[in-house]
């Protein structure tokens, strides 16, 4: 990346208006100092460095050309919004980035007005898009919309199930297809800029519009004839056969770095009135840092950096990852089973999957992001004999739920669903927090759920999971690393829906499910110091309970708490439900649920959002000596959050 001696430019903009203000001869520049400060905002605070960088000079364009923001940008994910932070009067706090208190590492209505659409997960940004372009229909309005997707969100069917339907409708709408990875284009130089401009011009679209009303009019002979030679016209120049046929008018490929070739194309689409517009810009990934460049993720996401060499600070683990741990596990199992294969949406690092598939590249399924396929495809691969593993995010799963109804549980296949980052998840925030799977898979038939207490019941589950073939079962585990204890040489099967006794007591019952039961087990120490003889139980199943457990913790204790990493109708829902039809609930058991509270928890460290979630050892300690009527004040420091 060059230096430049000439006056800075970005001091002078707070706002996308006063980029506006800028000849275009200054963008040049002005689009080098912002890679320059979005490369040292993340090197102090990490997160998704290389999107933005990708896109460094699509943004600067994106607010030149258009009226942001009465004209609504939407950044499909936001992994690359970055830059735009910056230039929409967030610059003073990008050194927040994913800080506790700080800004969103994605897009987020509530933090700016420039932020029309908030966004996490993939391949919403122009079904949003059409909305907003309804809406504006109705209401008699004349404002752009645009919406920004990648080449990767393209993978997922709401993309096309969104483009069929705009496309349809005819709504004037603009998308701005990133592609930094596919191949799905001419190589980009002068020659396609120049057709990109002249296809995108309002007289070729008025041509265009003209020639498809005026085919219509002809005899049904004529009119095919007129169609083939239209679409054999555009696909020899574009090759954008695709989009047309979904009703949009293709426009590129552009070299998304090129601040000469793509603004008069944007003005160009900005200024059409025809019906929906993609523009095909072609950038790279990581562009313009030499270590992003050179990286095989192109630094997707990244911990704090030295700017200068590239290198990340990480604190040296003190125990493997969950995410290392389940894939390990499966490699193992997979060595002695032929039939075990592992089935990824698009995210083979995050869920350890590309250490599987280094081993096993054949067994290896990487759907794309597609968590509806390929929760179906694993139910097809299992309705062959196979014994697929589906490792898929917790919050991400959420997109495939009609798949696990449907195609897996109804028809009780043994799909294996490892569910990473069950829980809350740091700096990612709500999107991407866990909190829900305990509740939306735990009611329903014939599913055996498991949550791992730490890393060697994690693999003792993964062999658990091998050997269930009656019907679909899941194990969820948290983000981050384990709490250290000794793996076993080999996984072996848990006997289902039966919990243990980890310390025995007499007064309080604490029944965990998950990684909580290092906490539960802080706070009996913390109980005995006050006098009261604690028993501490890890449920190790949601589905099926262990009913005589869950009996026994009633029978033999004054209060019970269950303690879970998930929302209200999760695990606590299962034990009430059971100790109410049993007629436990008649007999003066007090018991006490412990779940995630009812709200969206933004982002911090993990131990500061269970803090503030309440599922701490001192807050277990405080529900405890609350139901027992005892005044704690002043005793201990932990308050209920």
Known sequence: ?????????????????????????????????????????????????????GVVELTVALHHVFDTPRDRLIWDVGHQAYPHKILTGRRDRIRTLRQGGGLSGFTKRSESEYDPFGAAHSSTSISAGLGMAVARDLSGGSNNVVCVIGDGAMSAGMAYEAMNNAGARNERLIVILNDNDMSIAPPVGALSNYLARISSSGTYLQIREVAKQLAKRLPKFWEEKAARAEEYTRTYWTGGTLFEELGFYYVGPIDGHNLS????????????????????IVTRKGKGYAPAEASDDKYHGVNRFNVVTGAQVAAKPNAPSY??????????????????????????????????????????????????HGVTFAAGLAAEGYKPFAAIYSTFLQRA?????????????????????????????????????LAYLGCLPGFVL?????????????????????????VRYPRGEG?????????????I????????????????????LAECLKAADQLAGLGLSTTVADARFAKPLDHDLVRRLAREHE??????????????????????????????????PMVLPDVFIEHDKPEKMYELAGLNAPQIVVTVMDTLGRDLKGIIGGERA
């Open 1 to 53: 990346m060059t230096q430049t001696s000439k006056t800075p430019l970005l001091d002078t903009v707070k706002t996308p208006e006063d980029l506006r203000r800028l000849p275009e001869s200054d963008l040049a520049q002005l689009a080098e100092e912002l890679r320059r400060e979005t490369i040292d905002a993340v090197s102090v605070t990490g997160g998704h460095l290389g999107a933005g960088l």
């Open 450 to 474: 498991m949550a791992a207490a730490d890393e060697a019941e994690l693999k003792h589950m993964v062999a658990t999971a091998v050997a269930i073939d009656d019907g679909p079962s899941a």
């Open 261 to 280: 070739a793509m603004l008069p194309v944007l003005k160009n689409v900005r200024d059409a009135r025809q019906g929906p517009i993609l523009v095909h």
């Open 559 to 592: 209060v019970l708490v269950t303690v879970e990493e998930g929302a209200v109708g999760g695990f606590g829902a299962q034990v009430l439900q059971f100790l109410a039809t049993e007629g436990i609930l008649d007999r003066g058991l007090k018991v006490r």
């Open 483 to 495: 709490v250290g204890v000794e793996l076993p040489r080999e996984g072996k099967p848990l006997e």
């Open 497 to 516: 829906g039966k919990g243990r006794i980890v310390r025995e007591g007499t007064t309080v019952a604490l029944l965990s499910l998950g990684t909580r």
């Open 323 to 372: 995410t290392k741990v389940f894939a390990q596990s499966l490699i193992e199992e997979a060595r002695k089973d032929d039939k075990i294969v592992a089935v990824t949406a698009a995210m083979p690092s995050g869920t350890g999957l590309d250490l599987f598939g280094r081993e096993f590249p054949e067994r290896t399924f990487d759907v794309g992001i597609a968590e509806q």
């Open 401 to 437: 739920y009609d798949q696990v109804v449907h195609d897996v549980a109804i028809q009780k296949l043994p799909v294996r669903f490892a569910l990473d980052r069950a829980g809350l998840v740091g700096a990612d925030g709500p999107t991407h927090a866990g909190a829900f799977d």
